[in-house]
């Protein structure tokens, strides 16, 4: 069975930084695109960035230049490195992958972490 398991949410003050890590593990034949999305109260769950196997990345106007997604293809595990953290990045971050396990593509996500900013 194939998880993806995150971590690296907690409290920090606007202005600061934090470095999310999603690693997926299991009987996996291939990982096409990562990516991570976010999900605030009373809001809908948003797209924050998106890489590809190749390295092609999506980020999201509100985040751009100030987090940076990568990803390890050896280790199955994608990044999220956000920096100048504002209190309305505040939300529950989900990993997302595009896996082949074992021969069919399916769409898993994590459980969340916990990202609060404080002001």
């Known amino acids: 069975q194939v998880q993806l398991v995150e971590s690296g949410g907690g409290l920090v003050q606007a202005g600061g930084s934090l470095r999310l890590s999603c690693a997926a593990s299991g009987i996996i034949f291939s990982i096409n695109s990562m990516g991570w999305y976010r999900q605030a109260p009373g809001k809908q769950r948003e797209l924050v960035a998106h890489?590809?196997?190749?390295?092609?990345?999506i980020v999201a106007d509100s985040v751009k230049g100030r987090f940076t997604i990568s990803r390890d293809n050896a280790k199955n595990t994608v990044y999220l490195q956000m920096n100048s953290l504002k209190p309305e990045d505040t939300a529950v971050y989900y990993c997302n992958a595009q896996i082949k396990a074992p021969t069919t593509w399916y769409d898993y996500w994590g459980q969340g972490t916990q990202v609060t900013v404080s002001s």
């Open positions: 890489i590809t196997r190749g390295g092609g990345t």
